[in-house]
């Protein structure tokens, strides 16, 4: 595994009419955003086309927090992967709407030819969903799948309950 820099957490600019203070006492760590991204069961993938046409569609996916990557696998002709293949510039979302995370970053398609490689993809993948019995059970359907690796370059996070979302608005950069 890769090892991973901390993101420089931050308050979103622009926001104090909505009560998000300047300072940074409160914003919300690292390991708080990455705990929701690995327990939600539905992502929002939002995706554009070369031509800048947006498209939203929820999947599953995992967060590796290892890695800080997220992972996700579709049928190769399918618009999102098309539109990453063209657009690399993506976001990911938990599927909670009140405690949020939303990730901007930058997908790359990873080869499902490299058995090793898709299978440690697959592991925490087949961990979260028991739809999937086995990494080797499915291997031989996502090996004839797309599947892509996202790399956040910055995210947000909210708590989106009238006492907590000023306070709580954190904005993380990574370094590079």
Not at 9 to 20: K, L
Not at 78 to 102: F, I, L, Y
Not at 106 to 120: H, P
Request: charged share 25%; glycine share 6%.
């Amino acid at each position: 595994m890769a090892s991973v820099t901390e993101p420089m957490a931050s308050r979103p600019q622009n926001m104090a009419n909505y009560g998000v203070p300047d300072d940074h006492d409160g914003v919300l760590p690292w390991s708080w955003a990455q705990d929701r991204l690995v327990s939600s069961r539905n992502y929002w993938l939002v995706t554009a086309s070369g031509t800048g046409r947006p498209h939203s569609m929820p999947v599953w996916g995992a967060w590796i927090p290892d890695e800080d990557v997220f992972f996700v696998s579709c049928d190769g002709s399918a618009r999102k992967a098309r539109n990453m293949r063209e657009n690399p510039a993506v976001v990911v979302t938990a599927d909670d709407t009140v405690e949020v995370v939303s990730v901007e970053g930058v997908a790359s398609e990873i080869d499902v030819d490299d058995v090793a490689a898709l299978r440690t993809y697959l592991e925490p993948l087949v961990a979260k969903y028991d739809e999937f019995p086995s990494v080797d059970e499915v291997l031989e359907f996502f090996s004839s799948n797309a599947a892509f690796l996202i790399r956040p370059d910055r995210a947000f996070a909210i708590i989106e309950r009238p006492a907590e979302f000023g306070p709580s608005a954190t904005k993380w950069v990574w370094p590079g």
